[in-house]
């Protein structure tokens, strides 16, 4: 288990700080060098995020790689993302941090996480260039996608429970809530 030693006094957390965090479940991020802290996923959340690696994993090529969090994904020496699903190129991650952006960041809503998810986190993919952002709701159930177009996100679709979306980034997929 990893200990706090110390926490940085007067200056923004930063990629090596995180190091320090204990392994106790929670889910450590930073945003601009805020740190964030969220508790362990519920029961309905780790339902909905491997119904949905199932169907990301049955529609990806082979060289792609579906992966479920903890997996940081390092934007900047001061952001640091965990996104609860995320798909790269299999030849693109090399150890524990993936050094490039996501194809696709997944994030799957909870009363924690919500705001955090829809817009924070939102507006760093964003910037990051990642080319698609989805976002899970489980209690509606719906699901949101964006996709990256002349370097902004365009919300490209929204569906509920029953419907189905079918996009093609960062590969043909067809997804229909509720995935639980």
Known sequence: MRTV???P???AFSRQDLESMPDDGRRYELVD???IVTPAPSRAHQRAAAALYDTLRGAAPAEFLVLFAPVDVALGEDTVLQPDLLVVLD???RDETLPVRPLLAVEILSPATRQLDLSLKLARYEEAGC?????LDPEEP???AWEMREGRY????TVERGETLALTQPFAVQV?????
């Open 9 to 11: 006094r007067g200056r």
């Open 91 to 93: 030849e693109a991650f």
């Open 154 to 157: 365009v919300e490209v679709a």
């Open 131 to 135: 080319p698609s952002y989805w976002v």
């Open 5 to 7: 030693t110390t926490l």
């Open 176 to 180: 229909t809530p509720p995935l639980l």
């Open 142 to 144: 719906s699901l949101m």
């Open 33 to 35: 060098g805020t740190l």
